[in-house]
């Protein structure tokens, strides 16, 4: 093929989210071949391509033919499901590429595969990133947030195709190099991970308002509405303002009501509490919305129960003009301890990587196209930019007097739904994290003498250095016999 009837990129991997960053790509001027195994994919790409457009795609129905249709150096952005898939359709692509080329996993790869596949095709001199999408199937097509990792020269490779292909908020395009190996699908992981947290977190207000403050579908639509026009403006309100307002189209009531309540999940907010367990680094929030999304899971169970423990539970009367107010308040609140968290972590992996992540960077790509896009992200970005170090979110200057006010709402909140027996962990864990945080001394002193007492760990003292252990049983007893004596 001639050089001036070749793609600029290349495709692979054509269900719906390959399809919509196809014709994204396309759309932006950017002529693209794709290929996809199952080659009525390939042809659907196409009609999409003609009806929506015209779009400069190209379709292919074999991995040579596909391969070969691009320009010198290749790149071929791969979006097919995480593990041993991407491994067979690096395969029998990588056959057909030449030293220079590159591969782009858009997937929700673990980062380690990620850095073992960038060593895999680098013995073939191919370059490799592996690239985080968000935004789900309307930002891929519309402009989604993009986290490539990687080689800095594939990235540069396709630099401008990525920036004009990303969400576009004001201070630039939703895309930034993050950094080598696999910082690109760790920071999308992470990025789930607080996903995980807002959603059970919203979920816990629509629970509070609903059944302590007996809220109706049209009121909790409105509510909704209302913060999104505030501090809480954000894609994951906006549509949950939506959600309240679909009526059942099978029955009466709305829709929401006749949803079963389990919630499934795909790996990455499991990862991410791994991830924190393995650093040290406490996420309680995002645990929580992890054990909330298993126990979701156990509905039988749960029906069981509730027939046995209908009693637990008390009744009061509520305000409900201040108990929504409340709920806004702890919300928001819960929420930037979550992001902390997930802030938290990102700066412990790439310490441990040696990534020199730009965290106020992350926070300015997650601004549009994705899925935990807010308003407030613009201040986490802010926030960073004042003081790189930032030791945690909390102890920004503006955030830290942001929660502080709000505490006394978030406190009434979560006593309020401790009294009427509904579950909050993930704003009562946020709470904990918060009151763990800003305090100077814990009892952990108590923790560390119980371990230096049947393990021998030895402790530390705040008066004077170095380790010590004490005969602990020994001297209580001796104390014991004192005490008989006098």
Partial sequence: ???????????????????????????????????????????ETLQRAQSEGPFPLSGHHTPRDFVLSLQRPRSVIILVKAGSPVDQTIAALSEHMESGDCIIDGGNEWYENTERRIQEVSNRGILYLGMGV??????????????????????????????????????????TYIGEGGAGN?????HNGIEYGDMQLISEAYDVLKNVGGLSNEELGEIFGEWNRGELESFLIEITSDIFKVKDDLADGGLVDKILDKTGMKGTGKWTVQQAAELSVAAPTIAASLD??????????????????REAG???????????DDVRQALYASKICSYAQGMNLLRAKSIEKG???????????????CIIRAVFLDRIKKAYQRNPNLASLIVDPDFAREMVQRQAAW??????????????????????????????????NLVQAQRDLFGAHTYERIDRPGAFHTEWTKLARKSNSAGVLL
């Fill in 292 to 309: 909330c999304r298993y126990l979701s899971g156990l509905k039988e169970e749960r029906e069981n129960a509730a027939e046995i423990l």
């Fill in 355 to 369: 990534w020199n992540l730009n965290l106020g960077e992350m926070a300015r790509i997650w601004k549009g196209g």
């Fill in 314 to 324: 008390l009744k009061s009367g509520i305000d409900k003009k201040r108990l929504i």
């Fill in 411 to 444: 406190r009434r909140v979560v006593g309020t739904a401790i009294s009427a027996g509904i579950s909050t962990p993930g704003m009562c864990a946020s709470l904990a994290y918060f009151d763990t945080y800003r305090r100077a001394r814990l009892p952990a």
């Fill in 134 to 175: 968000s935004g789900g199937e309307e930002g891929a097509r519309n402009g989604p947030s993009l986290m490539p990792g990687g080689s800095f020269q594939a990235y540069n490779n396709i630099k401008d195709i990525l920036e004009k292909v990303a969400a576009q908020v004001e201070d630039g395009p939703c895309v």
């Fill in 1 to 43: 093929m001639e050089a001036s009837t070749l793609s600029r990129i290349g495709l692979a991997g054509l269900a719906v989210m390959g399809q919509n960053l196809a014709l994204n790509i396309a759309e932006k001027g950017f002529p693209i071949s794709v290929y996809n195994r199952t080659t009525s994919k390939v042809d």
């Fill in 186 to 190: 760790f920071v999308k992981m992470v």
